[in-house]
């Protein structure tokens, strides 16, 4: 059974860069045909899609946010990070990691796993 956890600073400064990891337990980040993912909910809005590390190291992100954002990898740990830049009060949100059935669903978007979630809040 795959689990995933988010970790990182709960509080951002505007201007600065939020920094996320999510440690993977019961499943290895670099198996066939798996991708990870990170998606956002800000307060009462939807899900967003933010980008996708596959388990090959390839990086996908959304267009409205690729240009700030930055995912990696560290196959030692198994798990993967978000790099967000240039926050503002707007990226305040929840933000969550999850397991993509990627090759499986025909090249991604169907998320499987997902982890708890970690509130991350933007404000000086």
């Known amino acids: 059974q795959v689990q995933l956890r988010e970790s990182g600073p709960g509080l951002v400064k505007p201007s600065q860069t939020l920094s996320l990891a999510c440690t993977v337990s019961?499943?290895?980040?670099?198996?066939?045909?798996?991708?990870w993912s990170w998606i956002r909910q800000p307060p009462g809005k939807g899900l967003e899609w933010i980008g996708t590390?596959?388990?090959?190291?390839?990086?996908y992100g959304s267009p409205s946010l690729k240009s700030r954002t930055s995912i990696s990898r560290d196959t030692s740990k198994n798990q993967f990070t978000l790099q967000l830049s240039s926050v503002t009060p707007e990226d305040t949100a929840v933000y969550y990691c999850?397991?993509?059935?990627?090759?499986?669903?025909?090249?991604?978007?169907?998320?499987?796993?997902w982890g708890q979630g970690t509130q991350v809040t933007v404000s000086s």
């Open positions: 590390i596959t388990y090959g190291g390839s990086t």
């Open positions: 999850a397991r993509d059935l990627g090759d499986n669903s025909g090249g991604g978007g169907r998320l499987g796993s």
């Open positions: 019961g499943g290895s980040i670099t198996t066939s045909f798996y991708y």
